[in-house]
C-alpha cells in the first residue's frame, strides 16, 4: 500500500518550528536570563534583573515593535493589529511585570491608550540580538539545506501568500480571528521566512477551523496521533513532538468535547491510556478529509503548478515527519547546556504548531 502523504500544512509547522527552536536555542546562549529548571544565567548578585527566556514568538509578536526610544501603545496596538485591547494587554503585561523585557511608564497592565512601552535593559540587549538573528539562522539553511532549495522556499511561499489577497499576521497563535478575518485586502508585504511559514499556516488554518470546531492544532497533533489506536499518554509526546503540557492541554480539550477518553491501561499496568471515543474516530476522519479537501480548493484557487512547488520544496527540507534524523534535525540541539538538551528527544516535530503560554514556544513547552 503507497504511503498516505504528509499534509501541507504539517509540513510547514515541522519546518516553521525547526526554524523557531533553532533561533531559540541561539538566544539562549546570548543573552542573560532566568528559568525554573535552570536558574539564572546573568552576573551573579544580578540574576534576578536577568529576563524570562522567552522564544522568538515573542520578539515576533512584540519586541520587534518597540523602538529604543520606546512607543505609545496606541501605536503599538497599530503595529500588532491582530491583536484586540486585551490581547494587547495581555501581551504587555507578560512581556513586562512578567518576564521583564518592557517597562511602561503608565498603566501597569499596559491597557492605557496613551502609555508608553519602553524596553527595559534586558529587553534592549533581546532587540540586539534578535533583530540579526533570523537573518543568521536563514543564511545556516542556506548552508546546510543549499541556497537553491531555501531560495525555491522562499519563492514558494512568496507567490502562495501573495495570492492569499489579505493581510495575515505573520507570527502564530497570538491573533483575534475576527479581526483578521475583517482586515481590509492589501497586497502582501515582504516578511522574514518565519513569517512567511506562519502566513501559510494561519491561511490554512483560517479556512480549516470556518469548517471544523476543533482546533487544528488539536486535529494535527494529538487527534491525530490517537487516529492510530490506543496509546499510553505518556507516549503521546514523543509521537506529536509537543511537550507534556501541551499534550495534556490537548487532552483536556477532546476530553471537554467528549472526542477522548482517559483510563487506566485495560491490558494492567499504571500507565494511563488515552482513546478515541465514538465521536472521536469521527471527527478525525472528518478532519483527515478535511484537510486533504482544503488542499484540493486551494490547488483550483492558487493554481497546482504553486501548490506543487512549495511541497517539492517543503519536502527536500522537511523530510520524512518520523525521521528523527531527517534534514530539519540538524540545526537542533546544538548546545548540551540548553534548557531542551535535558529534555528526551522527541519522535517528530508538533504537526501544527501550539505556543506554550510561558514563553510562546511552538511545541508547547
Not at 518550528?17 to 551573579?44: C, K, L, W
Not at 491573533?175 to 491561511?203: F, H, K, M, N
Amino acid at each position: 500500500m503507497d504511503a498516505v502523504p504528509e499534509p501541507l500544512s504539517s509540513q510547514l509547522s515541522r519546518t516553521l518550528v525547526a526554524f523557531t527552536i533553532e533561533a531559540d536555542d541561539e538566544f539562549e546562549q546570548r543573552v542573560p536570563h532566568r528559568t525554573t529548571n535552570h536558574g539564572s544565567t546573568a552576573e551573579p548578585g544580578r540574576e534576578r534583573e536577568a529576563p524570562w527566556l522567552v522564544s522568538l514568538l515573542m520578539w515576533s509578536a512584540c519586541i520587534r515593535f518597540i523602538p529604543a526610544e520606546g512607543v505609545s501603545v496606541r501605536s503599538f496596538a497599530r503595529s500588532a493589529w491582530w491583536l484586540t485591547p486585551k490581547g494587547i494587554s495581555t501581551t504587555l503585561r507578560r512581556m513586562g511585570g512578567w518576564w521583564g523585557y518592557l517597562a511602561l511608564d503608565r498603566a501597569e497592565d499596559g491597557a492605557a491608550a496613551d502609555g508608553v512601552v519602553l524596553l527595559s535593559a534586558g529587553g534592549r540587549q533581546a532587540r540586539q540580538v534578535w533583530e540579526p538573528l533570523v537573518e543568521e539562522i536563514e543564511q545556516r539553511w542556506c548552508q546546510r539545506h543549499g541556497k537553491a532549495q531555501v531560495g525555491a522556499l522562499r519563492s514558494a511561499l512568496e507567490h502562495l501568500v501573495g495570492q492569499f489577497g489579505r493581510p495575515l499576521p505573520d507570527c502564530l497563535r497570538l491573533y483575534d480571528t475576527d479581526l483578521v478575518r475583517r482586515a481590509p485586502s492589501q497586497p502582501q508585504t515582504a516578511t522574514s521566512l518565519p513569517g512567511l511559514l506562519s502566513q501559510a499556516i494561519l491561511g490554512f488554518e483560517l479556512d480549516f477551523e470556518a469548517a471544523c470546531p476543533v482546533p487544528l492544532a488539536v486535529c494535527g497533533n494529538v487527534l491525530r496521533a490517537l487516529g492510530d489506536g490506543p496509546m499510553p499518554v505518556t507516549s503521546l509526546a514523543m509521537r506529536t513532538g509537543l511537550a507534556k503540557d501541551g499534550v495534556e492541554g490537548h487532552l483536556r480539550n477532546l476530553q471537554r468535547r467528549k472526542l477522548a477518553a482517559v483510563g487506566p491501561n485495560p491490558d494492567g499496568g499504571r500507565l494511563r491510556v488515552a482513546t478515541l471515543t465514538r465521536a472521536g474516530v469521527q471527527r478525525h476522519r472528518q478532519a483527515t478529509e478535511l484537510t486533504v479537501g482544503i488542499e484540493d480548493q486551494w490547488r483550483r484557487r492558487y493554481g497546482q503548478r504553486s501548490l506543487g512547488a512549495l511541497a517539492d520544496a517543503l519536502t527536500q527540507i522537511a523530510g520524512q515527519p518520523e525521521d528523527p534524523h531527517g534534514p530539519l534535525w540538524g540545526g537542533l540541539y546544538r548546545y548540551p547546556d540548553g534548557w531542551r538538551s535535558s529534555l528526551p528527544r522527541p519522535g517528530t516535530l508538533p504537526h501544527h504548531p501550539v505556543a506554550s503560554a510561558g514563553g510562546g514556544y511552538l511545541d508547547g513547552a
